[in-house]
């Protein structure tokens, strides 16, 4: 489910802590024996006007005070319909986590990975958190929970919650998916079919939790793409992707693995990643938050297509690594490993293919298409000695 900031509506994915989400002055004493209602105000009138907005309602603007505001929210809180379009979008350990918590006492002990789990119904003031780490739930939210919580409703929310991911997945993937793409990819998959007006219906909703996801020229995109990399024609970054990808195949593993991809940091786990992040911590000592950081940025450039020399210049900035720590032998050593981490990188230019995986596609079936594939310095030299050309960056053609 995407996480929310109702503060800073914060887009990304990542999301802060639930702890992020209580207003600055919330009682650590907080009544157990609260309704919503109260709950909310112990927030400023700001922040339950971000609240209302972050919910998508309406004439909230003519309540001045705080407390018919806070009934307001409340109020368009606890309705069936909208309950419902909340909690649609949880998926199966969000929505066993806050039961749990409607049930018993739940604590974390400082900053568990499971808040995360809860942070989504914290952001959405459908549960407090109490300086203690323990969650509360007020009991009218509770028991409007109850009455929505049919097997009818979680069928529902599984379903919606498989399309959501096939969907985020295949943004993740690969930037750019027709729909009716996608519907292809889905059916293949699995025994209840989807159509293209049910892929719809679930994006609507998904698009309103999520902003990462967009609908453009009859395909899902990534949001970032539709930004403009050119100021004076505003040709947003879609169409330079979308004539990088060509008439290129999808790449489209299997059922499970597919779903993977939904996780945007998926595509960047694989051996190469890691050899960087240990080159970055053993060779040029950065601790292991900042190296982790790093790869990440690094890796997401590359396989949105940042040239090499860009990825290179930004690990070994002079603000953040001093020239004595880099050397030649160590520059080099990086420049090979960012090559192995382009080459077996899915790219969004290739559709999910690696610059290796499309090297080998290439010309299997009288198809060409350029690859990206980027070869090290000596093998590079002797294809250059041969008439070859290999492309150092995805700018330049074969």
């Known amino acids: 489910m995407k996480n929310f900031d109702a503060k800073s509506k914060n887009t990304g994915n990542a999301g802060g802590t639930a702890m992020d989400f209580l207003p600055d002055d919330f009682p650590d004493d907080f009544p157990d024996d609260q309704s919503l209602t109260e709950a909310l105000e112990e927030y400023t009138k700001q922040d339950l006007l971000d609240i209302a907005r972050l919910h998508g309602f309406s004439g909230y603007s003519k309540y001045r005070k705080k407390s018919e505001l806070a009934c307001f929210v409340a109020e368009n809180m606890l309705l069936p319909s909208h309950m419902e379009r909340f909690f649609l979008n949880a998926a199966d350990e969000e929505i066993a986590l806050f039961e749990k918590s409607m049930a ?184 292991e938050d900042d190296a982790t950081d790093i790869c990440e940025f690094s890796a997401l450039g590359l396989r949105a297509g940042i040239a090499i020399k860009d990825a290179f210049n930004y690990i070994a900035h002079p603000e953040r690594l001093p020239d004595e720590r880099i050397g030649e032998q160590k520059g080099d050593e990086l420049l090979a490993i960012l090559i192995d981490v382009w080459n077996n990188t899915r790219m969004l230019a290739n559709r999910g293919y690696t610059p290796l995986e499309m090297d080998a596609l290439s010309g299997e079936n009288g198809e060409t298409w350029d690859s990206y594939l980027i070869l090290p310095r000596e093998e590079a030299r002797k294809n250059k000695a041969a008439g070859k050309v290999v492309p150092f960056d995805k700018n330049r053609k074969k």
Request: aromatic letters at 16%; charged letters at 25%; hydrophobic letters at 45%.
């Open 104 to 287: 018993e006492s739940v604590s974390f002990s400082g900053f568990d990975s499971d808040m995360d789990g809860i942070a989504v119904f914290a952001e959405g003031a459908y549960c407090f958190i109490r300086f203690a780490f323990e969650v509360y739930v007020p009991s009218d939210v509770a028991a409007a929970y109850r009455l929505i919580s049919t097997p009818a409703f979680h069928k529902k929310r599984k379903r919606h919650n498989l399309l959501s991911r096939y969907i985020v997945a295949a943004v993740n993937l690969y930037g750019i998916v027709p729909v009716e793409t996608l519907m292809e990819i889905f059916n293949d998959r699995n025994k209840q079919k989807c159509t293209v007006d049910e892929f719809f219906d679930v994006f609507t909703d998904l698009s309103y939790w999520n902003e990462d996801v967009a609908y453009y020229q009859g395909a899902f995109v990534a949001d970032l793409l539709l930004a403009s990399d050119d100021p004076d024609t505003c040709e947003p970054i879609f169409e330079s992707l979308l004539e990088d990808q060509g008439d290129k195949p999808f790449f489209v593993p299997g059922n499970d693995a597919f779903l993977l991809y939904s996780d945007v940091l998926f595509p960047l786990a694989n051996l190469e990643v890691l050899r960087l992040h240990d080159f970055l911590v053993n060779e040029f000592l950065y601790g």
